[in-house]
């Protein structure tokens, strides 16, 4: 399913009009809710709770407390996939964190981080106050000139290569690892935007009223669904799909003396003839 909200709505105010009405299609069972750390708000998931759902959710862990990110520079090992689970409920009632730290991970933000303490450096060589970097701040003496923030660098050295996670099912229901798990499973999400821009070129265009602006997201969602359901018939990426459709071929002839339309189309290759079968095949067979 999809819905459509006004452009200046935050994302973060929509998941629970979602999930209410998802609940209604979907009746007694309640689904799980997996979401990115954009709507991780103290409000959502305790609506969440309250409603009685579970969630997995991202969540930034340098927006935490000094202490807690103390905490798990201590006791998180710094070997590849190691887990600790902390208890989370001063800011959510049967909340838990999950960290886990990631050699892949490490090495990208340390490349990440490595920039961004150049960049500050050398901003504050050249004195250019008007180009931010991360770990620039003002100083606290009267002329406010700019100084390198040490307390955010160390900070910042304290969580490479960690990912927190948030979740209120209890570790005897659903280990840390199958936690990370589900909510890895977002790729999905990303990777349907991703056809939809690049594969689908679905774009926005201007409309005037609720029912055009409507009519032509569904016309973008059906694209979606199809061009899904091919990948699963075909076990073809969609672009690769839409490649091969593009290469066939009809012209149709007008015999002017006998008024006949002779249809002419080329040869297809193997690979569009298979495509081509997978996607007409009947969905069960008898």
Known sequence: MHEVFEGNTF??????AVVKRLQERVGETKPVIVADAAMLSKTNMQELEKEGYCYIVGTRLASTTAGFIDLIDRTLPRTDKALRRFDYEHSVKNAAMICEFSDARYKKDKREFDKQVKRALDLLERNEPRRRAKFVKKSKEKDKSLIFDTAL???????????????????????????ISYYRDLWHVEQAFRMSKSDLQ????????????????????MALMMGKYMEIKTGVSLRKIREELWKVHEAQILDQST???????????????????????PEFSH
Do not use: W
């Open 259 to 281: 008024g006949e339309v002779h249809m002419m189309q080329m040869e297809t290759s193997e690979l569009t003839k298979s495509l081509l079968e997978k996607i007409s095949a």
């Open 202 to 221: 679905a774009r926005p265009i201007f409309h005037r009223t609720q029912d055009s602006i409507r009519a032509h997201m569904l016309v973008c969602f």
């Open 153 to 179: 660098q160390a900070k910042t050295e304290k969580l490479l290569g960690v990912k927190g996670f948030v979740t209120n099912i209890p570790e005897e229901t659903m280990s840390s690892a199958d936690v």
């Open 11 to 16: 994302e973060g105010h929509t998941m629970l």
